[in-house]
């Protein structure tokens, strides 16, 4: 009943920039939050960084001044801007809402994965 569309992914040097989008759709009352999270080959999936409907935002301190999280003009679209790219940061990255759908029932909603690479 909720559909997360993410796109962004990429190779790019190390250095360079990507910037991730999420964009959510369905039958959505509403949403108090979302997160953008990482897996790389072999590791466990880990938070990368999420805001709240109310703005707050937290990133994990490997990202912390080089990512940013945030909320789109569209409805229901939310970004993750990546500056300052490091190899390490190549991973599948996902996105997840939480929220309300009409009629109340809570979910919490998974996206398909982007592959994002830095590799020169």
């Known amino acids: 009943q909720v559909q997360l569309v993410e796109s962004g992914g990429g190779l790019v040097q190390p250095g360079g920039s990507l910037r991730l989008s999420c964009v959510a759709s369905?039958?959505?009352?509403?949403?108090?939050?979302m997160g953008w999270y990482r897996q790389a080959p072999g590791k466990q999936r880990e938070l990368v960084a999420n805001i709240t409907s109310g703005g707050s935002t937290n990133y994990a301190d490997s990202v912390e001044g080089r990512f940013t999280i945030s909320t789109g003009n569209a409805k229901n679209a939310k970004y993750l801007q990546m500056n300052s790219l490091k190899p390490e940061d190549t991973a599948v990255y996902y996105c997840?809402?939480?929220?309300?759908?009409?009629?109340?029932?809570?979910?919490?909603?998974w996206g398909q994965g982007t592959q994002v690479t830095v590799s020169s």
């Open positions: 369905g039958s959505i009352f509403s949403i108090n939050g």
């Open positions: 997840n809402v939480v929220g309300r759908l009409r009629g109340g029932v809570p979910f919490s909603s």
